[in-house]
């Protein structure tokens, strides 16, 4: 007779193949009594609770942890008498060392042929399960406490657009107590249709083509109503097998930014309006001196022609010849240096023959030469490239400037021996040089040499003509060509003089024509016919990112006055037809009246509106959809401004 029968018989007998397979279960197992008398307890069970065989016959409450034991009292009470069928429920269980362990407590009635009705219970261990779960909710609060920390709106939405994850800048932002308020809620049911269209449409492109989109500017409504403007980045969720599910997101506010943007962006409309003026002064002033001062060297020449050869007027002439022309080329220099300190001194790249140009120079400067009597000066070219392998971009007139101004000095500063100019490719650089054998500089005067004003002679009377500009002139450009310039020289012996700038081999007609498309967008002058704020605050916020200046008349008449009297100024015009104030077809018509030339761009409320085949036939010039997105309005900037 084995334990079981013995301890058991009188109420438990079950037969030989039931307490085969009990006894092999990998589970542990407990038949109960009604009241909870342990009848039998399989070998697994024995082994999980620590005990033996002797524990039958006592109560079950011997093996649980007190907090589990009420509980399953009353479910052993249940199930035995058949109000309740089949319990599971997670108890806490005494492990060998009579600590607690986590276990899952499944019970079932159980009538045998031979026996009463017991209640059969299969026992789980299950602590191992608890642990990783508290690890996963620990981490899991980790990662929230994480991304709660971060001043950022960071969320998680399925292809639906239903929030699975969101921080409190979120639920801040959308006005609800906690993240959990947002969970399976979306943007439609906090933001205002139109902006909620807008996200959406943008989530399910990402969705639908797998590409992140990167820092979009978007509007946002805040809880109490205020306007706000976020950076925000999109990325395809994707689940273990790579398919997309969602997207995640995480946006930052840039709303001040927006706003210290806009000031800035007046404040530098201002500056360059004031920076034009100056400019503009300059130019008339050079104009309004030019002008005379051409006019009394035009008869100063004049008169010279009309006098007999012998006349001592001659040398009269010749010298209001000779300052005549040094304060023209002082004119020239004053308002190259002026251009050069306001930003305005135009660069213009493009291919050309580099040994063409050097050989130009050359030319000019022996004519200069022959016509100075510098017989005793020999002249010398070296070119590094051959003539087929010279095509290079860059602005050669800006580099002719620099070149022509070291060789004037070399001329005047040299008595005899020679000059030898010319340029070496070193690496990615082109270095130019113009070299001496004239009177040097010394140690001391080298610092300052490229200073304006800087002139080594100052006590003699003026032997040598010149401002003292001409140096610091070809250093402002060289810098505006992203190169530098030096000097190396010796006292009495000479001087070289030289430039380092980028080599860039002559580009392909397309590549050129790509810069020039970038290039088109900056500072041109667009006005935004647009009355609500919205939209447009969004256009603006794209045209100041592209550096285009925006004009933004708020009444028809301010409209048309501003057309009229800027006209050859305005470089694209952008109209929301929704605008109050604006009469759609006429106003176009009207605009073509005054200026055809202006093109017009048509914002609409979207695709099929009504008037936009009118609108088109009136003269617009293209359209565009609202809400605006920032690639595609530049597109279509760029279409209309080539
Ligand atoms: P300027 O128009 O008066 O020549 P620059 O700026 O071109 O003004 O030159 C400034 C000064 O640098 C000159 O006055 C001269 O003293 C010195 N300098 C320039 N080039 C040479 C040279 N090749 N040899 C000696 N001195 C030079």
Redesign the pocket.
């Known amino acids: 007779m084995n334990d079981l029968e013995s301890s058991a018989s009188h109420i438990f007998e079950p037969d030989p193949s039931l307490v085969e397979l009990l006894e092999s279960a990998s589970i542990g197992i407990i038949i109960l009594s009604g009241e909870g008398m342990i009848l039998y307890a399989n070998p697994e069970s024995l082994e999980l609770f620590g005990v033996t065989r002797d524990i039958v016959g006592n109560g079950f409450e011997e093996l649980f942890f007190f907090d589990s034991v009420t509980e399953t009292k009353k479910l052993i009470t249940a199930v035995f008498k058949g109000s309740v069928f089949q319990k599971q429920q997670i108890i806490r269980i005494k492990n060998k060392e009579n600590e607690p362990i986590w276990g899952v407590l499944k019970l079932s009635p159980l009538q045998h042929i031979h026996s009463e009705k017991v209640v059969l219970c299969q026992i789980t261990n299950i602590s191992e399960l608890k642990d990783y779960e508290e690890m996963v909710a620990k981490q899991s609060h980790l990662l929230l406490e994480l991304i709660n920390s971060i001043p950022n709106n960071i969320f998680i939405k399925n292809k639906q657009g239903e929030f699975l994850l969101a921080n409190v800048w979120v639920s801040k932002l959308m006005g609800v107590n906690s993240p959990q308020d947002l969970l399976g809620k979306t943007d439609f049911d906090f933001h205002p249709k139109k902006l909620a269209k807008k996200y959406f449409s943008d989530e399910q492109e990402v969705i639908r083509t797998g590409k992140a989109k990167i820092n979009i500017i978007e509007q946002v409504v805040d809880s109490e109503n205020n306007r706000r403007w976020y950076s925000t980045s999109k990325l395809p969720l994707k689940d273990n097998k790579g398919d997309i599910v969602g997207i995640m997101g995480i946006g930052r506010d840039i709303s001040n930014w927006v706003k210290e943007q806009k000031a800035l962006r007046k404040a530098k409309i201002k500056a360059e309006r004031a920076d034009q003026l100056k400019s503009a002064f300059l130019a008339n002033l050079s104009h309004e001196i030019r002008t005379p001062l051409n006019g009394i060297l035009g008869f100063s020449q004049f008169l010279k022609q009309s006098l007999p050869e012998d006349d001592k007027k001659h040398k009269y002439i010749d010298f209001i010849l000779a300052n005549g022309k040094q304060l023209l080329h002082q004119i020239s220099d004053i308002i190259d240096i002026s251009k050069i300190d306001s930003g305005q001194f135009p660069i213009y790249k493009r291919n050309f023959n580099l040994n063409e140009m050097m050989a130009e120079l050359e030319f000019s400067f022996r004519e200069k030469a022959k016509q100075l009597g510098l017989y005793d000066i020999r002249l010398h070219l070296e070119s590094e490239l051959k003539n087929e392998h010279c095509d290079i971009f860059n602005d050669d007139l800006r580099i002719k400037q620099v070149l022509s ?1 070291f060789l004037d ?2 001329i ?2 040299t008595q005899k021996g020679e000059i030898v100019f010319g340029y070496i490719i070193v690496g990615g650089s082109m270095r130019f040089y113009v070299k ?1 054998t ?4 010394s140690d001391e005067n080298i610092q300052s ?1 490229f200073d304006r004003f ?4 100052f006590s003699l009377a003026r032997k ?1 003509e ?7 002139i070809a250093n402002g450009i060289v810098r505006l060509l992203n190169g530098e310039i030096g000097v190396k ?1 010796e006292l009495n012996k000479g ?1 070289e ?1 030289y430039f380092i700038i980028p080599y860039e081999k002559a580009r392909s007609t397309t590549s050129v024509l790509k810069e020039s498309v970038e290039s088109l967008l900056k500072n041109k002058r667009v006005v935004v016919v647009d009355d609500m704020k919205e939209s447009y605050d969004m256009l603006e916020i794209i045209l100041f990112q592209n550096e285009i200046e925006v004009i933004h008349p708020k009444n028809s008449n301010s409209f048309f006055e501003c057309i009229s009297s800027r006209q050859n100024k305005i470089d694209l015009i952008i109209m929301n037809m929704q605008t109050k104030w604006l009469d759609g077809c006429s106003s176009i018509q009207k605009i073509k009246t005054i200026n055809s030339r202006i093109p017009v761009l048509l914002l609409l409320a979207e695709l099929k509106s009504m008037n936009k085949e009118e609108c088109m036939a009136a003269g617009a010039n293209d359209f565009i959809v609202a809400p605006v997105n920032h690639d595609q309005l530049i597109s279509k900037l760029k279409k209309l401004f080539i």
């Open positions: 101004n000095n070399a005047k500063f001496d004239g009177i040097g500089i040499i800087h002139q080594v002679d040598y010149g401002a003292g500009l001409g140096l610091a020289s001087s003089f």
